[in-house]
């Protein structure tokens, strides 16, 4: 099985943290990355539109909102923790093939529309702070993409640094912004009293939810949560669990105070004061400071909402990575990841920006979260399946009360975005010039996806769970067919642990046979080899090295002379020296069957190399 996010997997140790304090510091740190998709700028419109309109009213909402995720991040954490699989693996082995091509499509459109939130409120906010025009500030929103490829080299642990950072940026500003506006605490306390003024109130109400529980956390948790390297007996996984779900309680908390400070705010300053139609992020901005008397409330909005999109559009880039391993078992340049997740992101926002200006923002963001709803389901439904699943979860299922009460969760989260689908789509067909156009093309569609969705409900409950496949390409698991002829005395090898090593192999065993030399040759190509070539010590380099070791280990078991090579930086220049200092008869390399643009996305090409070498050079597909 492919570890998910194999570059940070267990890179952080907590076996020998003592129990108490330093034992909970060393799990904490996971459900940060989370929660700040639970106070995305997605979720700020709902907000500011809940708290202007009806006041302190829909702060249960919110309260409501939070159980739930919490809930559901501590599922999803359970079933990372006990089976080591992310969600989209776990989908994978249980679903077919097609109906895991339809979850892996409609995971990344919700991490696109997810990070066209993002794009919105980060540009929104540099917008609002510099003066900077808005699309100028959505291509600004560019520049931020490679900043993951440069923390996750860094360790997961830097990561969440400055993640946590970013958050209590968040926070304290939000702080502040309560002591500016001064809100009517026992009108805030009434507020978690659930009732529902109208029907004006009620859609807000499911906006909030809709906003607040996002696919791509569930996700990002069951992968996240394999960071930790602990004791994977029944005890150990015992004290993991309960470490992650206290981190959990803490940070999903905390985004629960930023919500309805947010919502709060709303209330204390628009609607205190009849401004009930503040429903956008800029205009919200505009009215902060006459209201609250301080110039410092709109700039601490503003940089909060930036450090809200910028730490949030981290953690989408990172759920895309993982559902695109896990879904498809496929892998393609990490920078290339973040530039394609990007610009699906942004084209859509420039080009409605140039057509209608920059008043449509706030719909936009209200669409991405329908997009975002239209998902939901499909990401909660097997993650229940899975963690209630006695043979998957080897004994760490969930009781029959918690199912009960993931199931009354789910019923509610679906049926309240079936709602705000059903709502849109009705809007669209009274309110478009052509609805047979929408009659053929987005209601067949939808039934589509209802279809789909009661198929994964179903499907679980009357089929045998299918056996867990590993799928790794670093099993080692190779067939050999070694041959009595010795052609070539030293033979150079390339690997990159695929599928393709098989083939490279057993073609250089049959042109040397029992008695040749064999030295096999990987290439560390992350960011970190290239800057610093030998001197890099990042998790992915130790893991290529603990690999080609085990190959040189398995190889000499069966009788092969083998020696090993390990080396830094672009592939095309490093085999090249390591062929012309030794004295090899042939280099042997194993191909993808990929050309052209697909080696930009994919990795580099032997076309380069061939003219560098002075040895005969042996392509096996």
Known sequence: MTKSLEEV????????????????????????????????????????????QFGYTLVWV??????????????????????????????????????????????EIAIAACDLAEVLGMAIGINLLFGIPLLEAVLITVLDTFLLLFLINKGIR???????????????????????????????????IPSIPNSAALYIAIGIIGATVMPHNLYLHSSLVQTRKFDRTPAGIKQALKYNFIDSTIALNLAFFVNAAILILAAATFHKNGMFEVAEIQDAHQFLEPLLGTKWAPILFAVALIAAGQSSTVTGTLAG????????????????????????????????????GESVTGKLLILSQVILSLQLGFAIIPLIHFVSDKSKMNGFHISKTTQVASWIIAAIIVSLNAKLVYDEITSWLESSSHPVI????????????????????????????????????????LKFTPRESQIVQNIAISVDFSNADEAALNKAFELGGIEAQYTLIHIVETVGALM????????????????????????????????????????????????????????????????????????TTVDKLRHKISIPLLIVK
């Open 321 to 356: 990575q993982i559902v695109m391993e896990g879904y498809l078992h496929f892998r393609i340049q990490p920078w290339v990841r973040r530039i394609v997740t990007r610009l699906i992101a942004i084209i859509p926002a420039v080009i409605v920006i140039l057509i209608y």
């Open 438 to 477: 929408l009659w053929l093309t987005v209601v067949p569609l939808a039934f589509g996806f209802l279809g789909l969705l009661l198929y994964i409900v179903v499907n679980p409950f009357i089929t045998k769970a299918k056996p867990m496949v590993n799928h790794s390409p670093h099993n080692l698991q």
């Open 62 to 107: 919110l309260l409501m909102s939070n159980l739930m995720a919490l809930l559901l991040q501590s599922l999803s954490a359970r079933l990372g923790i006990v089976t080591q699989r992310d969600l989209a693996q776990a989908s994978r082995e249980t679903y077919s093939k097609y109906i895991n091509y339809i979850l892996y499509f409609l995971a």
């Open 532 to 603: 610093y070539g030998v001197h890099v010590h990042d998790h992915e380099t130790t893991i290529d090295e603990k690999l080609l070791l085990e190959y040189k280990q398995m190889l000499s078991e069966k009788g092969f002379k083998i020696k090993t090579e390990l080396g830094f930086g672009k592939p095309n220049k490093i085999i090249p020296k390591i062929i012309n200092e030794g004295s090899f008869d042939i280099l042997v390399m194993g191909t993808h069957g990929h050309t052209g643009l697909k080696d930009i996305l994919f990795g």
């Open 9 to 52: 997997n267990q890179s952080v140790p907590t076996e020998h943290k003592k129990k108490g304090f330093r034992k909970i510091l060393a799990f904490l740190g996971p459900a940060y990355l989370v929660s700040v998709g639970y106070m995305d700028p997605g979720n700020w419109a709902t907000d500011i539109a809940g708290g202007s």
């Open 158 to 192: 830097k990561m969440e640094a400055f993640i946590i950072a970013l958050v209590a940026i968040i926070g304290f500003s939000f702080i502040f912004e309560m002591i500016f506006a001064e809100p009517e605490m026992h009108k805030v306390l009434e507020g978690l």
